[in-house]
């Protein structure tokens, strides 16, 4: 396993290569400006390493890559790392915060679906789970800043913090609400929670979609196994039956379908972060994009493949960890 | 009428095309039982009617013409759904963006379901280590986040309607090579396909003939349960900047412009990203009803 691991990485890095390298932009250009001589050009060129072998070109860049180099961001004129290492919490607190959403409200949600198969429960489930996968999620932010900031006030707007609370809470952990908490500053804390609750609950309906609908199929698949039946017949309550021994076997392909979501949820942060100018990830991608600032696009890609590769290693381990069965070669 | 539909529904078809058509109309009827499938199925034929008729209904130069004199009406009878912040009309240019729409799924499906078939067929036919290869290339693919790479490549190639598709179907194919590889596997060793081998059929043949007819089924279901991702992906793109350019009426590009004005004109933001959502609940509730039908559930 480890060894497809390393062969997604390679191919990652190799795809982000290619777009690095054969962008229609002249790096040397872009460094160098078009009024340079052709001896100043020359040296560039040769100091980014163009007039090496396209192979040596890739191994040096995964070189770098492995020691977190990503090159200085034209954009912020800071190495791509440091931008991504202060950016990163934004989007881990609005993904965080949407997952547990998704996990608290979704797999109830499909394991009362599972139990009422075919009934009215059953259909409103299958049908907001529905209405989450056709929904564009630019779109439903920007349709919840309307409705519930700007004509009912309920949460705060963009942004994570009020202009008035900024620089307040000194950074530990990068999350404004932990961070908040460490020095007691609960003022805070509630107004970075209003900034963050309709974002992370958007986001949060797109993977509870997911997770209800998933819950609902392994749920399905448990009753009819006979040892709920066993169960049954010994006299436990169906309460009991379905919410412990059946939800008790599902949580193992659950945990797969979760991870799987997060990395789902990073990708869908890069619109939601847009629509409420978040400070994250997904708005310093999009922003350096615009700045034709490629290391920094091909920084965030990496990090978030990476954390993906991660996320379908880690699903794979837990699974086979918790089921034995999954270990056996087939 | 009866006549027809006893021929159709004959048990003891005469010739290949009656049984093969009969087949359809069964199929047919069993998905016409299927509620949401059949609204699914309304909403994708809405789309295309509305995409090929909309010179007819609408003038394209109210879609793309600025009148500034009118900006951000709101609903009347000359603007059913308002004009936007140049003075275009909203529902004409939706309805031109149902254009864009569509050619953005057609053009992503006649580039994903022949490369998907092209890894996938090989893979499930001849096993070994052509499947190892050509799989574990699939699985590189299949471990990208889609929206970031399409992201990505939009940046690399350049903004614009051609780089998005390029972006969306360069991630979206490894599903339709694992789906044909399974799909090939199952058939691989049925005596038909030996019977065609004895008769000395080359390899190329035989998939051609054979295996891509009986994989096509399950991978046009898959398709258009997938439309609704590639739908919101492409829109995403769109509404990012990445996608379709002004003055296209590119539905999510639309939502982004309105952005601006949305506190005091809801409707040049709102009522196209409606048109999204609708679109990519068309193809899923197809998609479900087909799914349904084909695994016997309908």
């Known amino acids: 396993m480890l060894f497809s691991v390393i062969l997604t990485f390679l191919g990652l890095t190799a795809v982000t290569f290619v777009i690095g390298r054969f962008m229609p932009l002249d790096p040397v250009l872009t460094i160098v400006g078009d009024k340079a001589s052709t001896e100043v050009y020359d040296r560039v060129y040769r100091e980014l390493g163009l007039d090496q072998p396209v192979v040596v070109q890739y191994l040096t860049y995964l070189g770098k890559l492995v020691r977190f180099e990503f090159g200085t961001s034209v954009m912020t004129a800071r190495p791509v790392m440091e931008d991504l290492v202060r ?27 599972a ?76 107004n970075a ?45 169906p309460w009991r039956v379905v919410w412990v021994h ?53 920084g965030g890609t990496v990090l978030i493949g990476t954390i993906y590769i991660f996320l379908n290693m880690l699903s794979d381990i837990i699974y086979s960890l918790v089921d034995p069965r999954a270990r056996e070669p087939s | 009428m009866t006549t027809w ?30 509620t949401l499938g059949m609204a699914g199925l309304f909403i994708v034929l809405l789309l295309i009617t509305i995409a090929v008729a909309a ?42 963006g149902a254009r864009i729409t569509l050619t953005i799924v057609i053009l992503v499906s006649l580039i994903v379901v022949p490369i998907g078939l092209a890894i996938g067929l090989p893979a499930g036919y001849f096993g070994g280590w052509i499947d190892a290869v050509l799989m574990r290339v699939t699985d590189i693919f299949l471990a990208f986040p889609r929206l970031i790479l399409a ?49 000395g059929a080359s390899h190329l043949r035989i998939i051609a003939t054979q295996i891509v007819p009986l994989c096509l089924p ?12 590639i739908i919101l992906t492409a829109a995403g793109l769109g509404f990012l900047g990445l996608g379709a350019q002004p003055p296209s009426p590119e539905w999510g590009a639309m939502v982004s412009t309105g952005r601006a004005v949305l506190l005091d004109h809801w409707w040049v933001a709102t009522l196209p990203g409606i048109a999204i959502f609708i679109t990519s609940l068309g193809f899923n509730l197809l998609g479900d009803g087909l799914r349904d039908v084909a695994s016997g559930r309908g």
């Open chain 1, 87 to 113: 950016v990163f919490p934004a989007t881990m607190e609005l993904a965080g915060l949407a997952l547990v959403i998704g996990v608290l409200i979704g797999v109830p949600m499909g394991v009362i679906a």
């Open chain 1, 115 to 190: 139990t009422n198969r075919g009934r009215i429960v059953d259909q409103i489930v299958r049908f907001l789970s529905l209405l989450g996968y056709s929904m564009p999620v630019f779109w439903l932010g920007l349709v919840g800043l309307l409705l519930f900031y700007a004509k009912l006030g309920w949460v705060e707007g963009p942004g994570r913090l009020d202009v008035a609370f900024d620089d307040i809470v000194p950074t530990v952990t990068g999350l404004i609400m932990v961070d908040a908490l460490l020095v007691g500053e609960t003022e805070v804390f509630f």
């Open chain 1, 193 to 237: 929670l209003g900034h963050l609750i309709l974002p992370a609950s958007i986001l949060g309906y797109l993977s509870l979609a997911y997770i209800a609908r998933m819950t609902r199929s392994f749920m399905l698949e448990q009753l009819e196994q006979e040892y709920i039946l066993a169960a049954f017949a010994k006299g436990l309550s």
């Open chain 1, 246 to 298: 059946a939800l008790g076997n599902v949580w193992v392909q659950l945990v797969t379908v979760i991870a799987l979501t997060f990395g789902s949820l990073l990708e869908g942060a890069v619109l939601t972060e847009t629509v409420f100018a978040w400070p994250g990830l997904g708005l310093y991608m999009k922003n350096s994009l615009f700045a034709a600032d490629l290391n920094a696009v091909l």
């Open chain 2, 5 to 34: 539909r006893g021929w159709l529904l004959n048990p003891a078809p005469t010739s290949r095309r009656q049984a093969q058509l009969g087949g359809w109309f069964r199929a047919w009827l069993a998905f016409r039982r299927n």
């Open chain 2, 55 to 96: 010179p007819l209904i609408a003038d394209p130069a109210t879609a793309l013409t600025q009148t500034l004199e009118d900006r951000l009406q709101p609903f009347s009878w000359a603007h059913p759904f308002g004009t936007d912040e140049l003075g275009r009309d909203i529902m004409a240019r939706m309805m031109f």
């Open chain 2, 151 to 199: 992201l990505a490549f939009a940046a690399a190639l350049g903004p614009g309607i051609e780089n998005a598709v390029i972006a969306i179907a360069l991630t979206a194919w490894p599903p339709y090579a694992r789906l044909a590889r399974a799909e090939t596997m199952t058939r691989r060793s049925s005596e038909f396909i030996q019977a065609a081998e004895l008769q």
């Open chain 2, 218 to 229: 399950s991978v046009i279901i898959r398709l258009t349960l997938d439309m609704a991702g």
